[in-house]
Structure formats: structure tokens, C-alpha cells
């Protein structure tokens, strides 16, 4: 099992959909969680940290499930901008500040 | 300006042919890494630094090499480049401790090994 897995996509939907990516993660352990947005084989940057009481910025709004060790990211109103890849990721516990990044999950919102 | 520098941004080379690609950052971070990103299976951390001569393996670190000589620059160095080594190469930086931090990604480095 990897240690952090995404849906690969692509998520293809409309310009004001509402659209939900799920990431799991293998080690109960972790502590620290993100989602990062990376655009077209640019830098990745952080979107949002994901806290365990879930997080909401502007559009966007991250959830954290201990129990179950997933984490989301919901976009609401999506806008063509959004179109990008996003990465889930999740800190490696107790190997200092080491991330483990998952494979992404590529959107594309259309006119 | 806060920021993550690589050189060169693209690079072609040849089999057998040591070549260095250079990090530095100017956000006195302790933490750098380097990571390389191949089609299908994400950002792999390749080495790891958490302070001045601290080094440490990630992932894939074989066929790589990292030194910390001062805390702003983190050279990567392939000793001898193979074909399989043909990657997206980015390198990072955050501020360190004992819960990670945003990471700050430099621009990559596109090489490629023939």
C-alpha cells in the first residue's frame, strides 16, 4: 500500500462546479497535512494546511479523518484558474521534517 | 524576495558525465531537500538536510549525492549520470522543527541523461 494515495483523475467538470478530491494515508502516526497545487510541471506551492478540525479559505475547504486517515479538499464555484494538479500530502512522523507527497489529482474546469 | 534558486533549469548530458545542479535559498530555513518528479509516480525525496553538515537518505537516493556546507546552498551531484536518472528535479526549503513546515519549492531543473 502506498503511503499516501490520491485518485489520479483527470476531473474534468464546468466552470461553477463543485468538486471533492479524497487522499488516503497508511501511517496513524502523522501528524502535519497539506494539500499543494502544482501547475503544469511548475513548482508545487501550499494551497492549505488541513487541521483536525477542518479549515476553510475562501473557496476551498479541507477536512481531516483520523479514524479513517483520509483528508479532502472540497472546491466550491470551481473557476478555470483552478485547473491544476493537487497534491495531498502528509509528514513522514518522526523523520523530522520529511513529506510524503502523493501522486496528485489533476482537475481541469471548462468553460 | 523570498525564494528557492536551481541552476541550470534544463540541462542535456550525456552517460558517465558528472554534473552538479545547485539549490540555495535566502529564508535562513534549516531544512532543504531535494526530490525528483517522474510521470505516475509523484515527488520522491532523493536526500534530505535538516541543518549545516546534517545529511540524510530519502526515498531514492542511489546514483545521487548531497553536501550542507553552509546553510543556504544544497548541491545536488550525480557522479555518473545514467539514462534512468532522466527527471524533474526540484529542490526545497522550510523553516525546521519538530512539526513540518511549508515547504518552499524551487523552479526544477528539466534533465535529461542520454
Known amino acids: 500500500r502506498k503511503e499516501v494515495e490520491q485518485d489520479p483523475g483527470p476531473f474534468n467538470v464546468p466552470e461553477g462546479a463543485t468538486v471533492a478530491f479524497n487522499c488516503t494515508y497508511s501511517?496513524?502516526?502523522?501528524?502535519?497535512f497539506f494539500w499543494y497545487r502544482q501547475d503544469c510541471r511548475k513548482e508545487p506551492k501550499l494551497l492549505m494546511s488541513?487541521?483536525?478540525s477542518g479549515n476553510e479559505d475562501g473557496r476551498f475547504t479541507a477536512q481531516l479523518n483520523r479514524a479513517s486517515q483520509y483528508i479532502s479538499l472540497l472546491i466550491r464555484d470551481s473557476k478555470l484558474s483552478d485547473s491544476a494538479t493537487y497534491l495531498c500530502?502528509?509528514?513522514?512522523?518522526?523523520?523530522?521534517?520529511?513529506?510524503?507527497f502523493g501522486q496528485g489529482t489533476e482537475l481541469s474546469v471548462k468553460p | 524576495e523570498a525564494q528557492v534558486t536551481q541552476n541550470p533549469r534544463y540541462l542535456i548530458t550525456v552517460t558517465g558525465k558528472k554534473l552538479t545542479v545547485t539549490c540555495s535559498q535566502n529564508?535562513?530555513?534549516?531544512?532543504m531537500s531535494w526530490y525528483r518528479q517522474d510521470p505516475g509516480l509523484g515527488l520522491r525525496q532523493i536526500y534530505y538536510?535538516?541543518?549545516?553538515?546534517?545529511?540524510d537518505k530519502g526515498d531514492v537516493p542511489e546514483g545521487y549525492k548531497v553536501s550542507r556546507k553552509e546553510k543556504r546552498n544544497f548541491p545536488l551531484i550525480l557522479e555518473s549520470p545514467s539514462p534512468n536518472q532522466t527527471s524533474l528535479y526540484f529542490c526545497?526549503?522550510?523553516?525546521?522543527?519538530?512539526?513540518?513546515?511549508?515547504?518552499?519549492f524551487g523552479p526544477g531543473t528539466r534533465l535529461t541523461v542520454t
Open positions: 501511517n496513524s502516526a502523522s501528524q502535519s
Open positions: 500530502v502528509v509528514d513522514s512522523y518522526n523523520q523530522g521534517g520529511k513529506l510524503i
Open positions: 529564508m535562513n530555513h534549516e531544512y
Open positions: 538536510s535538516m541543518n549545516v553538515e546534517v545529511t
Open positions: 488541513v487541521y483536525s
Open positions: 526545497a526549503s522550510s523553516a525546521s522543527g519538530t512539526v513540518p513546515y511549508e515547504q518552499y
